[in-house]
């Protein structure tokens, strides 16, 4: 059974950084397609960014401030946020896409708060 475990969330000062993980567990992590979506209260779940084999690609307004990447071999995908905004906040989720087909498996982690205020 697929597991998505984030962490790393909290509260931080505009223009702050943080940097949130995502351990997956119960797949086989290579042929997955992951990515991070937030959603912030009374607004829908959105996209922030996802990485694939070989290509990245961001919500425009996350682009240069915000970076996908992943371990491999570590099962591990990362977003790396840095001069975060107070409009980031929301609680941030790991998803995790088959890459031969949703039906063989989309699975999501059960999300960490990122807080940005002063």
């Known amino acids: 059974q697929a597991q998505l475990v984030e962490s790393g969330g909290g509260l931080v000062q505009p223009g702050g950084s943080l940097r949130l993980s995502c351990v997956v567990s119960g797949i086989i992590f290579e042929i997955y397609h992951m990515g991070w979506y937030r959603q912030a209260p009374g607004k829908q779940r959105e996209l922030v960014a996802r990485?694939?084999?070989?290509?990245?690609n961001y919500a425009d307004s996350v682009k240069g401030r915000f970076t996908i990447s992943r371990n491999n071999a570590e099962d591990t995908v990362y977003l790396q946020m840095n001069s975060l905004k107070p409009e980031d906040t929301a609680v941030y989720y790991c998803?995790?896409?088959?890459?031969?087909?949703?039906?063989?498996?989309?699975?999501w982690g059960q999300g960490t708060q990122v807080t940005v205020s002063s």
């Open positions: 998803n995790a896409q088959n890459q031969y087909g949703l039906a063989l498996g989309d699975y």
């Open positions: 990485i694939t084999e070989g290509d990245t």
